[in-house]
């Protein structure tokens, strides 16, 4: 796994992180299963990829009953697009 990475322009510079934001705005609430599926990659390939959007705070997960479904952060990215 990289190192530090906190900026949310490093996070976004590898392509397969960009997929995974669009394909959360495109699917929110998705699984990981169905991300990894969706993306053509396998789980543990991904979840260093999240965890890296996670610690920028891009995305976030809730638990629903044994479901982790994942979505965009709306509330850290409406204040990033504020500050401009």
Known sequence: MPGKILSIKEALSHPLRRRI??????????????????????IG???????????TGLIREEKQGNRLQLFINEKYVANLIGER
Not at 26 to 38: E, T, V, Y
Not at 45 to 55: F, Q, T
């Open 21 to 42: 934001v669009v394909a959360l705005m495109d699917d929110p609430g998705i699984s990981l299963r169905q991300l990894a599926r969706h993306l053509g990659i396998g």
């Open 45 to 55: 390939a991904l979840s260093g990829h999240l965890s890296i959007l996670y610690r």
